[in-house]
C-alpha cells in the first residue's frame, strides 16, 4: 500500500521583512514549510533582506509568498488568515526601535501592542468558525523586565521601562489570556537581544559595526551613540528563531527565556569591535549624543534560560564574541575591505 503523502505545513510571518522574519523564513523553506508573510507597504523597496529568497509568483513550485499588510489592519491579517490557512503563525511584526517607541507612543501601542490583538482575534474568529487549530508564537521582549534585577526568567515581575516594553506586556498577557480563554495554542518567546548583520542600521550593535567600517573606509570620522554602560544579554539571532520554531513543536504551548545567561555592556562591544578592525582605542572615534539617552534606562539584562534548555533542549551556540566578529565582518565587505574582513577569525 502506497504511503500518503505529508502535506506541507503552511506558516504564516508578521514582519517578515525585519531581521528576525527574514531569518526564520530561511528556516521553514528549509524544514519544508510553505511560507506567507507580511510586508508593510513603503514608498521606498524595504524587502532587502528576503530579496534573495523572493521568486517569480507564476512558478509553479514556489514555496515564499509575501502579502501586503499591516498589523493596524486587522481585516487584512483575517482575510489573510482566511484564504492562507495556516498551521502556524509567528507575530514578529512591531515597531521595534525602543528609543524611538518614546517619540511615538500612541504608534508603538496600536502596532506592537494591539496589533498582537488583532491577530488573536483573528485566529479566534477562524478556529471557531473552521474548527482547524493555528499554533501562534508572540514575540515578547526582555525589555518587559525593565528594572528588575537579573538574571530574569519566566516568573520574574515585569517592570517595563519604555512605551515599546509596556507594550509588549499587553501583547504577552493577551496571548495568555487567549491561550486560557480560547484553547489557542499560543506561547510568549521572551528573546533576549538578538543581533547579526541583518540587524536594523540604527539599532546600536550595527550602528556600531558600521559605523566603524565607514570610518576604515574614509567616509566618517566619528560615531555618535548615546549611554554606553548599558549592559545587555546578546545573542545570535538565527539561533533565537530556530527556538521560536522549536517551541511551537512542543506538546503543549508555554512561555519561554532565550538568551545567553552573559552580560556585555555597550563599552565591551565596542572595545572587541574596535580591537578586531585595528584602530585600537575606541574612544578616539565615539562622542556621546544625549539624543540617544532613554528617559527611563533599562541598565541590566541577563536570561535565564533554564526552563529553556530543559524542554526544548535549546541552547546558544555563538558566543559575543564571535557575535560582534561576524557583524564587522559583514560590514566591511559591505564596504569594499574585504582584505580587512580577511583578518578577522569568525572561529
Not at 94 to 107: G, L, T
Not at 140 to 153: I, K, L, R
Not at 218 to 244: Q, S, T
Not at 332 to 347: Q, V, W
Amino acid at each position: 500500500m502506497k504511503a500518503k503523502k505529508q502535506k506541507n505545513k503552511v506558516a504564516l510571518i508578521t514582519g517578515l521583512t525585519g531581521q528576525d522574519g527574514s531569518y526564520l523564513a530561511e528556516l521553514l523553506l528549509n524544514k519544508g514549510y510553505i511560507v506567507h508573510g507580511i510586508i508593510r507597504r513603503a514608498s521606498t523597496f524595504n524587502t532587502q533582506r528576503v530579496d534573495h529568497i523572493l521568486r517569480d509568483h507564476h512558478k509553479k513550485d514556489l514555496q515564499f509568498f509575501g502579502h501586503y499588510g499591516d498589523l493596524a489592519d486587522g481585516n487584512t491579517i483575517r482575510k489573510l488568515i482566511y484564504s492562507i490557512e495556516p498551521d502556524e503563525i509567528y507575530n514578529l511584526g512591531a515597531q521595534s526601535h525602543v528609543r524611538v517607541s518614546f517619540d511615538i507612543p500612541e504608534y508603538t501601542a496600536n502596532i506592537t501592542g494591539l496589533g498582537t490583538l488583532r491577530v488573536l482575534e483573528a485566529i479566534k474568529d477562524y478556529q471557531e468558525k473552521t474548527g482547524k487549530k493555528v499554533k501562534y508564537y508572540q514575540a515578547s521582549s526582555s525589555e518587559m523586565f525593565g528594572s528588575s534585577p537579573p538574571p530574569q526568567n519566566e516568573n520574574t515581575i515585569f517592570k517595563p521601562r519604555s512605551p515599546y516594553g509596556c507594550a509588549k506586556v499587553f501583547a504577552y498577557h493577551a496571548t495568555i489570556n487567549y491561550r486560557e480563554a480560547y484553547g489557542i495554542f499560543a506561547c510568549n518567546g521572551i528573546l533576549f537581544n538578538h543581533e547579526s548583520p541583518r540587524r536594523g542600521e540604527t539599532f546600536v550593535t550595527r550602528k556600531i559595526t558600521r559605523g566603524i567600517a565607514r570610518i576604515t573606509a574614509g567616509l566618517d570620522k566619528k560615531i555618535y551613540l548615546g549611554n554606553l554602560e548599558a549592559r545587555r544579554d546578546w545573542g545570535y539571532a538565527p539561533e533565537y528563531m530556530e527556538a521560536a520554531w522549536m517551541m511551537l513543536q512542543q506538546p503543549k504551548p508555554n512561555d519561554y527565556v532565550i538568551g545567553t545567561g552573559e552580560s556585555h555592556s555597550i563599552k565591551d562591544f565596542l572595545r572587541i569591535a574596535f580591537k578586531e578592525a585595528g584602530l585600537g582605542n575606541y574612544k578616539k572615534y565615539i562622542e556621546i549624543d544625549h539624543a540617544y539617552y532613554r528617559p527611563t534606562e533599562v541598565h541590566d539584562l541577563i536570561a535565564d534560560t533554564t526552563k529553556a534548555k530543559k524542554i526544548l533542549g535549546w541552547k546558544p551556540k555563538t558566543n559575543f564574541e564571535q557575535l560582534v566578529k561576524i557583524m564587522l565582518e559583514h560590514d566591511l565587505r559591505n564596504h569594499g575591505l574585504d582584505e580587512r574582513a580577511k583578518n578577522i577569525k569568525l572561529s
